[in-house]
């Protein structure tokens, strides 16, 4: 009687984990549907993104074109490095540090000795081109920003020579 009972146990812990196990690949495929449909969107975002940033630099002046591609060269994160930096070794969490996220990074590195961040690692190679490209508009958007800032018009070094 007490080895059925064993038997019976170990049938239902197996049934168990393997639904687990079942469930999780099914969450996982679902995520990975998700995200390929809103990358469809962002490559869309992307391309219209692409096109205006290079028509804003188009309007710039030439000194400004120049100071705004240095700038903008060297913030700028490639999405190869990224995947690759996700996949390699995105259960320490470099890819976060690398895009400059070290919150997130530091807590890849904390729990890492879990291996849920080398998962979490690998499912966000296949999402982290978006990032890339988002972090590298909204870097465009602050070179911009700053660049009107410091742009003054003939018209206002006119006035203030005219006060002094």
């Known amino acids: 009687m007490g080895d059925l009972i064993d038997v019976i146990g170990g049938l ?7 639904a687990i196990i079942v469930g999780g690949i099914i969450l996982v495929i679902k995520f990975l549907q998700q995200q ?31 100071m705004f591609l240095m ?10 490095t990224a995947v690759l930096l996700a996949v390699l ?17 530091v807590l890849f590195l904390l729990f890492s ?4 961040p080398l998962i979490i690692g690998i499912i966000e190679a296949f999402t982290i081109g978006d990032k890339v490209e988002a972090l ?3 870097n465009a958007e602050e070179i911009l ?8 018009s003939p018209k206002e070094k006119l006035v203030d020579s005219s006060i002094l």
């Open 71 to 80: 700038e903008y060269n060297s913030r700028k994160k490639d999405k190869n």
């Open 136 to 138: 590298n508009a909204k």
């Open 113 to 116: 000795w879990t291996w849920i």
């Open 36 to 66: 390929q449909n809103q990358q469809k969107i962002s490559r869309k975002h992307t391309l219209q993104s692409k096109f205006k940033l290079q028509d804003i630099i188009n309007q710039l002046p030439q000194d400004k074109q120049t």
């Open 12 to 18: 239902f812990f197996t049934v168990v984990v393997i």
């Open 89 to 105: 070794v995105g259960g320490i969490g470099a890819h976060r540090f690398y895009l400059g996220e070290t919150t997130a990074g």
């Open 145 to 152: 920003h700053l660049l009107s800032i410091n742009t003054v």
